[in-house]
């Protein structure tokens, strides 16, 4: 059964760190696009980042940009998010997306979604 599973989710302090794993199980990236995604209790699902396999490039939302870095091991099927001076406001389930293709698009388009993985920071 093809699937994604994030993991690295944790409690921290603001300002710690965290690395988020987003592993395909059961397919093999190819040819893709990988896009973090996050929700907060009571508030809309947000993109977080995107990257695409054909040359590396990534993007992120303003309210990460020069804190999270996103990467990729194809390797291991597997795309990171290193979240560094996390902030309070950082707090939400995490989910990874993957599609097939060169572009980053909306959650509903891509192919496969993971369950997602806890990051709750405190103040």
């Known amino acids: 059964e093809a699937q994604l599973v994030e993991s690295g989710g944790d409690t921290v302090q603001a300002g710690e760190s965290l690395r988020l794993s987003c592993a395909a199980s059961?397919?093999?990236?190819?040819?893709?696009?990988v896009a973090w995604f996050r929700q907060a209790p009571g508030k809309e699902r947000e993109d977080v980042s995107c990257?695409?396999?054909?040359?590396?490039?990534?993007v992120y939302s303003d309210s990460v940009k020069g804190r999270f870095t996103v990467s990729r091991d194809d390797a291991k099927n597997t795309v990171f998010l290193q979240m560094d001076r996390l902030k309070p406001e950082d707090t939400a389930t995490y989910s990874c997306?993957?599609?097939?293709?060169?572009?980053?698009?909306?959650?509903?388009?891509?192919?496969?979604w993971g369950q997602g993985t806890q990051v709750t920071v405190s103040s």
């Open positions: 997306a993957y599609r097939r293709g060169y572009y980053c698009t909306t959650y509903e388009r891509y192919d496969y």
């Open positions: 059961g397919f093999t990236f190819e040819d893709y696009a």
């Open positions: 990257i695409i396999s054909k040359d590396g490039t990534a």
